[in-house]
């Protein structure tokens, strides 16, 4: 089933010089492949959907980097895969009835308000164009851009029914928590209770440093320009299976849907927390590694984002670690490969070692982010230390 | 005991007639082949300070003086005797009781102590076809003796090893054959990863010890023929030739047919897409002509998976010990 993945691997082995280089690649990327295949062997039905989106995604993904193997394709991003599938089209949500503490949707979204608080305005922020980012934005945006998904990290008890009012009590303790620290705009609870914490309007201090792009933009210091949606859970990289209950995962489905409908937020924009978090002093992919693993993509109806290229990587010259790469559990990020060979072929199109080109983009990346650091990452920094 | 000045990661060929150690040095890789065998020789004093004088590894035990290693072959010769096996069919040799002792003796000889935690990978065989995995002994073993000599030890299926140190220009796709002295170990490996290995205990002891029976020779003797002259030319010079042709047969007859039963038993095999690459190792594999004659059986059996090319490795004495070594600067 992941033939064509293989294939990509084996594509990217070829383009390595050095035999133990390539050996040390090879080994790392079909360990990941195995698990992966190992994955979408079991027969639960929501794998089998995963596995064919999966399946069907890396097949034009390898197609589109085989069709370009030489530096002609150096300026050629891979592909975009989210556009490929048909469950990504915008939805149509709208509100239905509000009253004192709640809203209710026409997705059957309810949102409770009782904890709702307002912060710092989002101001209008930059969007740098992917392709040639240059340096000076490409344009400015007042509406989120896309939605960053987070876990909370908290304490958890058993998802019993003999455990539910301890879980209430932590449910209250978290609320007030990061309703306090201004965290997310939304938190999902165990049961799937949705709530506003920062009002949409508002900039809540979620992404600290950190970069994603789609197709077009690319976004710098998340806080002021997406959304962020946290699910009551923690990260457990040794997790097939999402850690979020039906409930939560449910909720989360409508609850992005109405945010994509209201914003008109593409799917590709709709990512986890792990996937933009950089750490801009040692230039590493995954400071924070909250969903860099087994998210529910397909079942909040988004394409598979894991199998997008990390703009801070082909963008900005960042790299990642084994320590990121133990996150991603038994998912593959294909993404991170496509990235770095996308990097490969820009610095081979301009005659530059890839060292030589990484620099560039890093001092892109370091005036680029001097330029949009504002209060909210700053703040949220204050925050976390 | 030496100390190892260098952390550089080695490679050990662990065979049953030879022990190899690879080591990088620069680009370039040195090995060092020590017999992975012994004889024993009454003791007097001037026997023991000749083989002081001209430096031949050697051990008093009370009333014998035990020589191994690579000078074991000149003294069973001399003393018209066999030489005696620390391994016999890829792993320690039950029947000999000595065999641990002169394992460490035999290595210990080699390889240096690690002076900080060094790498090293050694080779273990893999399983015979259609039996249990039975090595858990013999690589426990091997795995305390490098330990306590203060390496990092991991270790390497022979087959990979030839893949390891032969295929990376086909992304370590292919299949590996180490023909040695107890065992042919077969690997098919797949981006580097292990997809079906196996071993089959005829290789070239089984052929030594078959042609002693038929032509009443001494085992030593016909070892040192087959390495020193035969070849398949079509024609046989000799009885003993004549002799060596046909158990040679027998083998690449097993070792093909052990393939085709292997890759049929295989689950989850991949899809290849392309031809991919055989690439023969090892002292018994080094005959003139061997080469040519596995092609023709090959072809002959109807192999299920398209062949690129069947080749000899580069260095076929070497080719486990670099492989092993691979193994090891790639961290393991």
Request: net charge neutral; with cysteine; hydrophobic share 35%.
């Amino acid at each position: 089933m992941v033939a064509p993945l293989n294939r990509l691997i084996e594509w990217r082995a070829q383009r390595i010089e050095d035999p133990l280089e390539r050996l040390k690649f090879l080994r790392h990327a079909t360990t990941s492949s195995m698990t992966l295949q190992a994955t979408l062997l079991r027969p639960q039905r929501w794998q089998a959907v995963t596995g064919g989106l999966l399946f069907a995604m890396i097949t034009i993904s390898a197609f589109t980097l085989a069709r370009h193997p030489t530096s002609t394709a150096a300026a050629t991003l891979p592909e975009r895969l989210g556009t490929q599938s048909g469950v990504q089209l915008m939805p149509k949500v709208w509100l239905v009835e509000t009253k004192q503490d709640s809203e209710v949707y026409s997705n059957g979204l309810r949102i409770e308000n009782k904890y709702s608080v307002g912060n710092e305005p989002r101001k209008p922020y930059p969007a740098f164009a992917r392709r040639n980012a240059q340096e000076t934005p490409s344009e400015w945006r007042t509406q989120p851009s896309g939605i960053v998904f987070h876990t909370t990290e908290s304490l958890q008890f058993p998802f019993e029914q003999s455990a539910t009012k301890a879980i209430q009590r932590v449910d209250v303790d978290v609320l007030g928590f990061v309703r306090q620290n201004r965290s997310y705009h939304f938190m999902i609870d165990k049961f799937g209770q949705v709530y506003r914490l920062v009002k949409e309007s508002d900039v809540a201090y979620h992404a600290g440093f950190s970069v994603w792009g789609d197709e077009r933009m690319v976004f710098v210091n998340l806080n002021n320009s997406f959304l962020s949606i946290a699910i009551e859970t923690h990260t457990r990289p040794d997790q097939e299976m999402p850690t979020a209950t039906a409930a939560q995962i449910h909720s989360a489905r409508v609850l992005t849907q109405m945010l994509r409908s209201k914003y008109q937020i593409p799917a590709a924009d709709c990512v986890t927390h792990a996937q933009v978090s950089v750490n801009p002093d040692n230039r590493l992919l995954g400071f924070h590694t909250d969903w860099a693993g087994n998210f529910p993509f397909s079942e909040l109806g988004l394409g598979d984002n894991y199998l997008e290229p990390p703009a801070a990587i082909d963008t900005f010259g960042f790299t990642y670690d084994s320590t990121l790469v133990q996150a991603t559990g038994s998912r593959y990020w294909q993404g991170l490969i496509l990235a770095e060979e996308q990097m490969r072929a820009q610095a081979m199109n301009q005659g530059l070692s890839q060292a030589e080109y990484r620099k560039i983009l890093q001092d892109k990346y370091r005036k680029i982010s001097k330029a949009v650091r504002g209060n909210s990452a700053e703040k949220e920094k204050s925050n976390e230390n | 005991m030496k100390t190892s000045e260098s952390t550089s990661p080695l490679g050990l060929d662990i065979g049953t007639s030879r022990i190899c150690l690879a080591q990088r040095a620069g680009d370039e890789f040195q090995y060092e082949t020590q017999l992975n065998a012994f004889v024993t020789v009454p003791y007097s004093k001037m026997t023991e300070s000749v083989l002081k004088k001209q430096k031949v590894p050697h051990t008093v035990t009370g009333p014998e003086i035990i020589v191994h290693g690579n000078e074991s072959d000149r003294f069973a010769d001399l003393l018209n005797v066999e030489t005696r096996r620390t391994m016999t069919k890829g792993v320690l040799n039950p029947a000999e009781p000595g065999s641990l002792d002169m394992m460490r003796k035999i290595i210990t000889a080699m390889v240096e102590t690690a002076k900080s935690k060094q790498k090293l990978c050694f080779t273990v065989p893999a399983a015979p076809l259609g039996h249990e995995d039975n090595l858990t002994y013999h690589e426990t073993t091997l795995r305390q003796i490098l330990t306590d000599m203060g390496y990092e030890v991991r270790s390497i299926n022979e087959g990979l090893s030839i893949v390891y140190a032969e295929m990376d220009q086909t992304s370590y796709t292919g299949i590996g054959i180490s023909c040695g002295g107890g065992l042919c170990n077969v690997c098919l490996a797949y981006l580097s990863v292990p997809v079906m290995s196996f071993s089959i205990p005829r290789a070239g002891d089984y052929i030594d010890t078959s042609a002693a029976s038929v032509t009443g020779e001494r085992i030593n003797r016909i070892r040192l023929e087959k390495e020193e002259s035969f070849h398949f030319n079509g024609f046989s010079p000799g009885k003993l030739h004549q002799v060596l042709s046909v158990y040679y047969d027998e083998m690449i007859h097993s070792l093909v047919h052990g393939m085709k039963q292997a890759i049929a038993g295989t689950r989850n095999m991949p899809k290849m897409g392309k031809p991919i690459p055989i690439v023969l190792s090892g002292g018994t594999a080094m005959p003139e002509g061997f080469k040519e004659r596995f092609q023709e059986v090959l072809k002959e059996s109807e192999f299920q998976l398209p062949i690129s090319e069947v080749r000899l490795a580069a260095d076929p004495l070497h080719t486990a010990a670099k492989g092993a070594l691979v193994a090891a600067l790639t961290d393991m």
